[in-house]
T-cell receptor, first 115, second 115 residues
Framework: DAGVIQSPRHEVTEMGQEVTLRCKPISGHNSLFWYRQTMMRGLELLIYFNNNVPIDDSGMPEDRFSAKMPNASFSTLKIQPSEPRDSAVYFC?????????????FGEGSWLTVV | AQSVTQLGSHVSVSEGALVLLRCNYSSSVPPYLFWYVQYPNQGLQLLLKYTSAATLVKGINGFEAEFKKSETSFHLTKPSAHMSDAAEYFCAVSEGNTGFQKLVFGTGTRLLVSP
């Protein structure tokens, strides 16, 4: 089975440009998560969706960040305009919410560098 | 609010030695606890999880962890380290009785294995 698929794997962009990160969750999963990983702050949950509906976006750092999930098989995380401090690895993850203790499966990450 | 503390950002062992990675949690409700491993330039992979069944949990690659409520701990162990175990390990907690799962990660422990 295919795991969580993220694209692009690596992106280098200039400050001020729009960045769009994409995610395809595991088929059949109904929960999707976006995490950000940096040396300084570790792994932070940015937002998560259940049945395509955003449940908690309290981790989204500021209005420059937005996330959408138009259907069960696709999600985007957009940064506009991007800043150097947004440089990080962005992970998408998915799970099937059918009770407690569900395993969350992570993608390989999108490595973003803003110069 | 739930949280986890991982003691030691780096742990060094010799090949064949015992591996012990420490994790203490804080949660106002019965927790679900997880250990994930991250190899360089990859996403996170589940090693094992505790979901209120047996307190001693066995995972992949010979790892196991024991849930100790009295000590609020969930330490990860492996009897004999292999070179291939060198990676970063993350402990995570989620609330056990809520409808939506939200994983909170520790800061990670990098395991170094020397020949």
């Amino acid at each position: 089975d295919a795991g969580v698929i993220q694209s692009p794997r690596h992106e280098v962009t200039e400050m001020g440009q729009e960045v769009t990160l994409r995610c395809k969750p595991i088929s059949g999963h109904n929960s999707l998560f976006w995490y950000r990983q940096t040396m300084m702050r570790g792994l932070e949950l940015l937002i998560y969706f259940n049945n395509n509906v955003p449940i908690d976006d309290s981790g989204m750092p500021e209005d420059r960040f937005s996330a959408k999930m138009p259907n069960a098989s696709f999600s985007t995380l957009k940064i506009q305009p991007s800043e150097p401090r947004d440089s990080a690895v962005y992970f998408c993850a998915s799970s099937f919410l059918g009770g407690g203790g569900n395993t969350i499966y992570f993608g390989e990450g999108s490595w973003l560098t803003v110069v | 609010a739930q949280s986890v503390t991982q003691l030691g950002s780096h742990v060094s062992v010799s090949e064949g030695a015992l591996v012990l990675l420490r994790c203490n949690y804080s949660s106002s409700v019965p927790p679900y606890l997880f250990w994930y491993v991250q190899y360089p330039n990859q996403g996170l992979q589940l090693l094992l999880k505790y979901t209120s069944a047996a307190t001693l949990v066995k995972g992949i690659n010979g790892f196991e962890a024991e849930f100790k409520k009295s000590e609020t701990s969930f330490h990860l162990t492996k009897p004999s380290a292999h070179m291939s175990d060198a990676a970063e390990y993350f402990c995570a907690v989620s609330e056990g009785n809520t409808g939506f799962q939200k994983l909170v990660f520790g800061t990670g422990t990098r395991l170094l294995v020397s020949p």
